[in-house]
């Protein structure tokens, strides 16, 4: 598939992300640690569309549509945040992951204001038994965050154990829980927590089964803009898979084939 978005057909404009470099070396680095950041990828003209589409999905945030919440349903409240589901460089860059059989599982905002608590450690499930199987998230800093400012930790390795139930409220209950007597499957090394900085235009993927949580937004600082969008190899029942059947069947350029099940 082509890198270049221009001769994929899309104006200039539409281009999603700046070049990069994403090859066998980084996929290594991406299957040993669980995670892999690629640093100001975004272009300003995303980074603008993104803002205002994620500012738009927090303003709706505020009444109540249960079941059907905006920052849960994110691209089916927004057309900007629809059209990524299938932007030829978000497919690329999902099937370097993945390979070629792919489906979309989710888009989901996680805007997290100035005084937001964050969240405490823990991984989410898919084929937990079947290796062979992929589940990713494809995350959109879009502008950023410092490591003890709505920052993203991880644990490098721990995706390897495939476990969806690591829980640990604070890093400190984590290093007297879960990663207890657990050592890197691959390297050996005892398993660390890793707190990630982010410029602005940061994408980082994350194999679903990786032990993560994200740091408290200081109460002076402006809201952290992140989307996530989630694909996977079909073949098993997603949880999170949240897609109503209107959306699921809704004509989307470049979506056909990605928005079912199996
Ligand atoms: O807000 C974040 O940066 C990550 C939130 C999270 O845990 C997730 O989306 O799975
Ligand atoms: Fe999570």
């Not at 500012?55 to 629809?82: K, Q, V």
């Not at 721990?158 to 984590?174: K, N, P």
Request: proline content about 7%; overall charge negative.
């Amino acid at each position: 598939m082509s890198q270049n978005p221009l001769k994929a057909g899309l104006d200039s404009r539409d281009s999603l992300f700046h070049a990069y470099t994403f090859g066998e070396q980084e996929r290594e680095k991406l299957d040993r640690d669980g995670h892999f950041v690629l640093p100001g990828v975004l272009t300003p003209d995303a980074q603008e569309s993104l803002t205002r589409s994620l500012s738009r999905i927090l303003e709706l945030s505020r009444t109540s549509t249960e079941g059907h919440e905006p920052n849960r349903f994110s691209a089916e409240y927004d057309n900007y945040l629809e059209s990524l589901i299938a932007h030829p460089q978000m497919l690329e860059l999902a099937r370097k992951v993945l390979g070629e059989n792919i489906r979309y599982d989710h888009c989901v905002s996680l805007n997290r204001p100035g005084g937001n608590g964050g969240i405490g450690w823990h991984s989410h499930g898919y084929s937990d038994d079947d290796p062979s199987l992929g589940f990713v998230r494809i995350f959109f800093y879009v502008n950023g965050f410092e490591p003890d400012d709505g920052g993203l930790k991880a644990v490098p390795g721990s995706h390897l154990y495939r476990d969806a139930r690591i829980h640990g409220r604070t890093d400190q209950a984590l290093r007297e829980g879960w990663l207890v007597g657990r050592k890197h499957p691959e390297t050996g090394e005892p398993l660390e927590i890793e707190a990630l900085s982010a410029p602005p235009g940061t994408v980082a993927l994350m194999w679903t089964h990786a032990a993560h949580a994200v740091s408290a937004r200081k109460p002076n600082s402006d809201t952290r803009w992140c989307v996530v969008y989630a694909y996977r190899n079909p073949g098993r029942p997603s949880g999170a898979r949240w897609i109503t059947p209107e959306f699921e069947h809704k004509p989307i350029p470049g979506a056909e084939g990605l928005m079912s099940l199996y």
